[in-house]
Nanobody
Framework: QVQLVESGGGLVQPGGSLRLSCTVS????????MGWYRQAPGKERDLVAS???????HYADSVKGRFTISQDNAKNTVYLQMNNLEPEDTAVYYC???????????WGQGTQVTVSS
């Protein structure tokens, strides 16, 4: 069973930065898909950023230019660097991976990000 552990969430003021980490219990070198999603209270879980093998990173329009997704294969970790945070970014952030097309998805437990003054 693959496990994903997110960390790095917290309380930050508007305009601040956070870096989320998702450490995976297996090698991420050849994963088909790695992504970050978020879910605000009363809303659906939405895509924030993703890396699909062979393609450029994809970002939701609302975070383009502010968030960056990256990976460290040596640490089996996927990152989400979040800059210039806004109150609208407040949500629980989840990491998701898929090994190959059609495979099951694995999700982390989520980490809370709160942007407030």
């Amino acid at each position: 069973q693959v496990q994903l552990v997110e960390s790095g969430g917290g309380l930050v003021q508007p305009g601040g930065s956070l870096r989320l980490s998702c450490t995976v219990s297996r090698s991420i070198f050849s994963l088909f898909l790695m992504g970050w999603y978020r879910q605000a209270p009363g809303k659906e879980r939405d895509l924030v950023a993703s890396i699909t093998r062979g393609l450029s990173p994809h970002y939701a329009d609302s975070v383009k230019g502010r968030f960056t997704i990256s990976q460290d294969n040596a640490k089996n970790t996927v990152y989400l660097q979040m800059n210039n945070l806004e109150p609208e970014d407040t949500a629980v952030y989840y990491c998701r991976i898929r090994s190959f097309p059609g495979a099951n998805d694995y999700w982390g437990q989520g980490t809370q990000v709160t942007v407030s003054s």
